[in-house]
C-alpha cells in the first residue's frame, strides 16, 4: 500500500489524494504538521531532504517528493495520463507552469491568509503576488475557453494539478467570478469518478 | 527539423541545446529578445500564452513551451533517461526542485546581475533570494555527494536541468567554491559526449 506523508490543507497534498482516488488506489495518510517543523526533522530530511511535503511512500518502501513527480508516477499507463508522447508532454508543460507560475503566487497567498491567518503581516507580499496570479488565471481561463480538459479531450492529471489550488483560490483573496471557463472547468471535475473535496 | 526559439543567454534555453547536441539531434535556432519584449508579442503569445522561453518547436510544427517539459519530450527513450518507472519520476522530482527551488534564487540573481546589470536597483531582492539559493545548492551538494549524477549512476535531463544555471550561478553572486561535490559534477558535465558551453 502506498503512504501519503501530507499536511492535509495542503492543495499539493490534496492532489495526491484526489488521483490516488479517481484511480482507486489504496492509501494510508500520515500527518506532517508543517506549522510545527514536522517537515524539517532528522527523519522527515531523510526521506526529503527539501522539507516540504507531500512525500509519496511506494509499496515497496521508495520515497518520491515533489507532488507533480509523484502524481506522474501514479498516472503513468492510467486513464489520467494521454497517450501520445506529444500529450504526455504537454501535461508536463501545464504541471512546470503550475509549479512556477501559478502556486507561488495562488498558494502561497492562501497559504498566508488561510493557513497562518498572517493576511495583515503579509499585506506587502500579498499585494505583489496579486497581479501574478491572476495572470496565471488568465492564461487558464484563456486555454479552458477552447477546450473542457487541460490536454486533448479528458481529464488528466495536468487538471489535477492545476485544479488543487485553482478551486480554492479565493482563500487566499482572489475573485474567480469573471472566470467562466475556469467555473465550468471546476464544476466538471468535481463530477468526476470517485471525486474526493480537498477536506474529505 | 526542431525549432528552438531563445534568449541565448537564458539557462533555460541553453538545457535544450546542451540536450539536442549531446543526442546529435538537428536545430535550428530563432533569437527572441526578451529584454525588448519580443516574447510578448501577438505572434509570439500564438506559440506560448505564459509569454517567456524557450518554446520547441517540434519537426510537425507543434510547439512545447516549458524547458523541463520540453527535456522530457527530447530525451524520452534515449540515454538521457533512465529505464525504470521509478528513476524517471525522479528525474521528474529533481526537475520540479530546480523550477520552484533553485531556478527562481539563483537564476532570478543573475538575470538581475548579469543581464540586466542592475545589481544595486535589485539589493533587497537580491538579499531575500541568496539564503534560499543557498538551500538549493546545499541540497545538491549533500546529494551529489553520494552519487555522481542525480539520478541511477547516469547522466540524464536531471542533470542538464540543474546544471545549467548552477554552473553559472556566480554570475548572480553565488560563491560555489566551498561545493567540492558539486564543482567535481560540472567537470564531469563538461566531459559529456559533444558537450556545448553556454556561450557557443
Known amino acids: 500500500m502506498y503512504t501519503l506523508y501530507e499536511f492535509a ?10 488521483a490516488m482516488s479517481n484511480l482507486r488506489v489504496d492509501f494510508k495518510r500520515v500527518s506532517i504538521d508543517i ?9 522527515f530530511l531523510k526521506m526529503n531532504p527539501n522539507g ?3 512525500v509519496l511512500e511506494t509499496p515497496d518502501g521508495k520515497y518520491l517528493p515533489e507532488s507533480n513527480a509523484a502524481l506522474w508516477y501514479l498516472a503513468d499507463g492510467t486513464t489520467l495520463m494521454p ?5 504526455q508532454a504537454q501535461v508536463l508543460q501545464w504541471m512546470f507552469f503550475e509549479q512556477y507560475s501559478h502556486e507561488p503566487f495562488i498558494a502561497t497567498s492562501r497559504y498566508w491568509v488561510q493557513i497562518l491567518k498572517a493576511e495583515e503581516k503579509y499585506k506587502v507580499q500579498l499585494d505583489e503576488k496579486r497581479p501574478k496570479g ?4 488568465d492564461i487558464m481561463e484563456q486555454h479552458l475557453d477552447k477546450q473542457p480538459y487541460f490536454v486533448g479531450s479528458s481529464y488528466s492529471i495536468a487538471d489535477i ?3 488543487a489550488y485553482t478551486h480554492i483560490a479565493h482563500e487566499g483573496g482572489f475573485n474567480l467570478n469573471s472566470y467562466n471557463a475556469i467555473n465550468r472547468w471546476i464544476k466538471r471535475i468535481e463530477q468526476t469518478s470517485n471525486y ?5
Chains 1, 2 share one sequence.
Open 35 to 43: 506549522t510545527k517543523g514536522e517537515s524539517h526533522t532528522e527523519e
Open 134 to 137: 491572476y495572470a496565471a488565471l
Open 196 to 200: 474526493l473535496s480537498i477536506t474529505a
Open 52 to 54: 516540504n511535503v507531500p
Open 9 to 18: 490543507t495542503s492543495g499539493n497534498c490534496y492532489k495526491l489524494r484526489l
Open 83 to 87: 497517450e501520445s508522447k506529444f500529450e
Open 161 to 163: 494539478a492545476l485544479y
